[in-house]
């Protein structure tokens, strides 16, 4: 069983910065890529940053200059540091990894909960 916990949402002026981390936890044999998307109510998922294993990165194009994607192979854990926060940022992220289990090699998308980060004076 594999799991994506994510933390470090919250409520933040225009302007402030956040930092959010997703650590994977259970069977892994093997993360590629991990990343960060996002939802706004009403609108559909959209894709914010992502990393491969190898450290190449790719950033949405709203959010470039802005973001910072990272990641800490050891510690299986992506991590997304947001400044410059603007209202049209608020939505519910939602972590992402594709992942190779222990037990079959077999490549599966997964997805945190998500965590919510408002934007708002």
């Known amino acids: 069983q594999v799991q994506l916990v994510e933390s470090g949402g919250g409520s933040v002026q225009p302007g402030g910065s956040l930092r959010l981390s997703c650590a994977a936890s259970?069977?892994?044999?093997?993360?590629?890529?991990m990343g960060w998307y996002r939802q706004a109510p009403g609108k559909q998922r959209e894709l914010v940053a992502t990393i491969t294993n190898g450290g190449r990165t790719n950033y949405a194009d709203s959010v470039k200059g802005r973001f910072t994607i990272s990641r800490d192979n050891a510690k299986k854990t992506v991590y997304l540091e947001m400044n410059s926060l603007d209202p049209e940022d608020t939505a519910a992220y939602l972590c992402?990894?594709?992942?190779?289990?222990?037990?079959?090699?077999?490549?599966?998308?997964?997805w945190g909960q998500g965590t919510q980060v408002t934007v708002s004076s």
């Open positions: 259970g069977s892994i044999s093997t993360i590629y890529v």
């Open positions: 992402h990894a594709l992942i190779s289990s222990v037990e079959s090699g077999a490549w599966t998308d997964y």
